[in-house]
Structure formats: structure tokens, C-alpha cells
Nanobody, 125 residues
Framework: QVQLVESGGGSVQAGDSLRLSCVAS????????IGWYRQAPGKEREFVSA????????YYEDSVKGRFTISKNNAKNTVYLQMNSLKFEDTAVYYC??????????????????WGQGTQVTVSS
């Protein structure tokens, strides 16, 4: 059974940086897409970024392009989300998700098969 564990969230000031980590276990992840989603209170879960495990293709939601960077360490089965220049509107619970092959739409939460428990990111202005 695939398990995803996020860490790295916290409370920061606007303009600060955080790095989230997602450790994946319980499977071989070739062909998977690993995504980051976030959900703010009262809002729907929204796509943030994703990476193709085998091909290193990366995807970003428009509002985080140029500020967030997704990367991975295959040896550690870990995907990172480096978040720079954080804004108040980035405040949310951030979730790691895995889409097993055949993968679906990268930016649709319904494509993902496994989810972590989430980590809170709070940005104060």
C-alpha cells in the first residue's frame, strides 16, 4: 500500500520561504506522477505543482510559477516543494498525492490515487 507523508509546514511571514517534503513508500514509483495540492478554509482543493517520477517533467499552477519549485530525490523516494516569496494567499493545508499509471490529468485531484495527511502552511502578512 502506497503511503505518503508530508512535512515541512509552518508559520512564516510574507516573503519568507519553506520547503515541504513528501516521503513515498510502499511501491515502485516509476511512471507515477506526484503532485502537491492545497486547500484553504472554505475553498476547494486546488492543484499547485506536480512532477513525473520517471521523466522529470514538472507542472505548476499559474499563481506559483516563478516562486515554487518541485523536485525529487529518487534514492530517498522524496518529492520536495520549495516555496519562496510566500504570500498570505498561499496559506492552506498542503497535500502530497500520487497518481499511479496510467496517469490522468495532472491538475485534477480526481486523477490521484493516494493522498497524504497534509501539512499546514500559514503565511502572515
Amino acid at each position: 500500500q502506497v503511503q505518503l507523508v508530508e512535512s515541512g509546514g509552518g508559520s512564516v511571514q510574507a516573503g519568507d520561504s519553506l520547503r515541504l517534503s513528501c516521503v513515498a513508500s510502499g511501491g515502485a514509483f516509476g511512471g507515477y506522477v506526484i503532485g502537491w495540492y492545497r486547500q484553504a478554509p472554505g475553498k476547494e482543493r486546488e492543484f499547485v505543482s506536480a512532477i513525473n517520477w520517471s521523466a522529470d517533467h514538472t507542472y505548476y499552477e499559474d499563481s506559483v510559477k516563478g516562486r515554487f519549485t518541485i523536485s525529487k530525490n529518487n534514492a530517498k523516494n522524496t518529492v520536495y516543494l520549495q516555496m519562496n516569496s510566500l504570500k498570505f494567499e498561499d496559506t492552506a493545508v498542503y497535500y502530497c498525492a500520487a497518481d499511479a499509471p496510467p496517469v490522468g490529468r495532472t491538475d485534477s485531484p480526481y486523477a490521484y490515487d493516494y493522498w497524504g495527511q497534509g501539512t499546514q502552511v500559514t503565511v502572515s502578512s
